[in-house]
């Protein structure tokens, strides 16, 4: 008499593993001027919207609102306020060196001096110091740089100022 596979073993098994899936990204001609100038020069570029106005970072080829293509790359500053924050405590492995990132870290949003929309990196504050939206800060950039959005190592806090 035959049997189900399913009557058989009823369990399921799982199997683990980690997938490499090396992939290369084309981040076109303006992604690769905000990489170059920070790499070279540790300036912050944006792109200016002839309709609007805005000033996107990174730069990107399109407004979106405006649908209109974009080609006026502008200097920001290295500074900015923060406009949201987060604790993030979930660890996953960083890309760029397939380590466990360790938690807990810091996640902000900032308005750069300059730009319109919102640039999201690590904050760094001083042990016992969180940081909050309003906060000013400024990027810190790592020493050797290869071309990547870890040239910013992170954000740090400004001192505020005295009341
Ligand atoms: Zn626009």
């Avoid at 980690?18 to 290369?24: D, E, F, K, L």
């Amino acid at each position: 008499m035959e049997t189900r596979a399913s009557e058989r073993n009823p369990s399921l098994l799982a199997m683990e593993e980690i997938a490499h899936m090396p992939y290369h990204w084309a981040i076109g001609l303006d992604g690769s001027k905000f990489f170059q100038e920070i790499k070279e020069r540790e300036v912050l570029l944006g792109i200016r919207c002839p309709k609007c106005r805005k000033v996107y970072v990174p730069p990107r080829l399109l407004c979106g609102p405006c649908f209109v293509k974009m080609d006026e790359l502008v200097e920001l500053g290295k500074e900015g306020v923060i406009q949201a924050v987060t604790l993030v405590n979930y660890p996953f492995i960083d890309p760029d060196t397939g380590d466990r990132r360790p938690v807990p870290y810091i996640y902000g949003y900032i308005k750069l001096d300059g730009a319109d929309n919102l640039f999201s990196h690590i904050v760094k504050t001083p042990p016992g110091v969180s940081a909050q939206v309003g906060d000013r800060v400024r990027a810190v950039f790592s020493r050797e740089k290869k071309g990547r959005i870890q040239d910013i190592a992170f954000f740090e806090p400004l001192p505020k100022p005295k009341p």
